[in-house]
């Protein structure tokens, strides 16, 4: 469950990242040619690969933590947290 919810909250986080993305590369291109350092025939372009690229690398970084978090989650019983529960309660 922990593995599952993760990813979906990934696939969302990438989802509402497009369009900020998508507008900090216009305004980056646009500060690098009024300065100069790129030429103004330089267009900007946003497409299927750079969009592919990222949730490529987004979807390979998730795995790891996703199950270190389901493996710490499953190593602790329901009776020891029950028991920890109490005594900071009652403590």
Do not use: N, W
Not at 67 to 75: E, G, I, N
């Amino acid at each position: 469950m922990i593995v599952g919810e993760a990813g979906l909250m990934a696939a969302v986080a990438a989802l509402a990242a497009i369009v900020p993305s998508m507008l900090a590369g216009r305004l980056l291109l646009a500060l690098l040619q009024d300065t100069g350092q790129v030429a103004p025939t330089v267009s900007y372009g946003f497409g299927p690969i750079a969009l592919a690229r990222d949730s490529a690398s987004h979807s390979s970084a998730l795995p790891g933590p996703r199950l270190v978090t389901a493996r710490r989650t499953a190593k602790v019983r329901a009776v020891d947290r029950c028991s920890r529960r109490q005594s900071t309660t009652h403590g």
